[in-house]
Structures are given as structure tokens and as C-alpha cells.
């Protein structure tokens, strides 16, 4: 059996009724975005004005051959190291993923600050951030940060900002500038689709892929910060 194929309407009044249909879709569509925008719109800062915080978070962002991380995850940890040097937060928390033997975000984001004169007893590592609500809500819930620095790309720092927040998070972005590359209008591009997810991940704030029992390793760095 055939499919029959969508036609232009005939009437002056089906085409216009069309026409608001589809502009209603895209205003829809475009609706998380500008909530993310507006949302964090006095929460972005530089790496030079950022206030001064204990904890920063830094995301994964993928891992290139023999486990390095790739120069978009480079780029956020140097940032990380950068705020770390310059006395504006204490220790770093890096989330990313380890859902498989062969590989681990968190283990390689440490080794890459610890090169970088980040101390290793200032690096806290958590193993199950899966996406960046999952990220959020387990920097709250196991590792009992309440506030942070959030370390990320321009494209995606301002979703991760609004999700920290739903998350109970109070959150400063420091967005990493890039090249505009092939890889940074893939990222820009799936900004606009993951904050629809973003959005109804605030509303509905759903468990994480994997929660699990709260963990003390922030407030063992931090404590030893003094030391």
C-alpha cells in the first residue's frame, strides 16, 4: 500500500494555516534554548573574573587514542588549572564517564591536571557522570557540593549552569573558547536538541543513571586545602 505524499494546500486559508503551524513548531523547538539563555544570562564569567569558589566542576568531553583527553576536554581541564594557580578555587571535581573497562574520562582528566600542577589530593573523580544532568545532580547528592565553578565549551556552559541550578547547585559558567571548527557546529548544533532534554530534566528531575551512597571525597579535599 501506498504512502500518499503531503501536498501544499490549495486554499489561500489551508496554506496560511500551515504556515502558523509550522512557525508555532519552530517557536516551540526554540523555547529551551531561550530559557537556557535567559536563565543563566547573569551567571557567565571569565577565568579571570569568576568568583572566587571552592569547588569547580569540569565535564567530560571524550577521549582521543591511548586514553588522552581530547583538546576540547584539554582545553576545559587547562581552564580548571588556570583557576586552580590562580588561588580561585581549591579543589576540582572531573565527571565524565566510565561505563566500560576501556574507558575512563575521570582517571584521564586527573593524570592530565596532575601534569598540569594540579595536586593530586585536590582532584576529586566521579566515575558515573553520564550526561550532564547526571553530572549535576551527583555533585549535589553524593559529593555534597552546593556551589561551584562549571568548567565547559561556550556552547554547551550554559546548560550545564540552568541543570546545576534545577540541581540545587548555586553555579558560576566559565565557557572555553574554541576554534569554530567542524566539531564546535556539531556541538552548537546539538545544543539546540539537548535543551529540550535539559528543560524537562529541570522540571521532572529524574535519578541519575546510577546514584549510589554518598561519597566524601570533596570534603576530604577540601579540607586538606588548609594543610
Not at 504512502?3 to 502558523?20: A, C, H, Y
Not at 593524570?111 to 547526571?134: C, E, K, M, N, Q
Not at 551527583?138 to 550554559?158: C, M, N, P
Not at 541543570?163 to 548544533?189: I, M, N, P, R
Request: aromatic share 10%; net charge positive.
Amino acid at each position: 500500500m501506498r504512502m500518499r505524499r503531503p501536498r501544499w494546500p490549495r486554499t489561500r486559508t489551508g496554506q496560511r494555516r500551515l504556515v502558523q503551524a509550522v512557525m508555532a513548531g519552530c517557536v516551540l523547538a526554540l523555547l529551551p534554548s531561550a530559557w537556557l539563555y535567559v536563565s543563566t544570562a547573569d551567571r557567565l564569567r571569565t577565568t579571570a573574573d569568576v568568583p572566587r569558589t571552592e569547588v569547580a566542576v569540569v565535564f567530560g568531553a571524550g577521549l582521543w587514542k591511548h586514553g588522552e583527553p581530547s583538546p576540547y576536554l584539554a582545553h576545559r581541564l587547562d581552564a580548571a588549572a588556570t583557576l586552580y594557580r590562580a588561588g580561585r578555587i581549591e579543589v576540582v571535581l572531573v565527571t565524565g564517564d566510565n561505563s566500560r573497562e576501556d574507558y575512563d574520562e575521570p582517571d584521564a582528566m586527573r593524570a592530565y591536571l596532575t601534569r598540569h600542577g594540579v595536586p593530586d589530593a585536590r582532584i576529586v573523580s566521579d566515575y558515573a557522570g553520564f550526561d550532564t544532568w547526571d553530572s549535576c545532580v551527583r555533585a549535589k547528592k553524593i559529593f555534597g557540593v552546593d556551589r561551584a565553578v562549571l568548567i565547559s565549551q561556550g556552547f554547551h556552559i550554559r546548560r550545564a549552569v540552568a541543570l546545576c541550578e534545577a540541581a540545587g547547585v548555586d553555579s558560576y559558567g566559565v565557557g572555553v573558547a574554541d576554534k569554530h571548527d567542524v566539531t564546535w557546529y556539531y556541538g552548537g548544533t546539538r545544543e539546540v536538541f539537548a535543551a529540550g532534554k535539559a528543560a524537562l530534566d529541570a522540571v521532572f528531575q529524574p535519578d541519575p543513571t546510577f546514584l549510589g551512597r554518598k561519597e566524601p571525597g570533596v570534603a576530604r579535599a577540601l579540607a586538606g586545602a588548609g594543610d
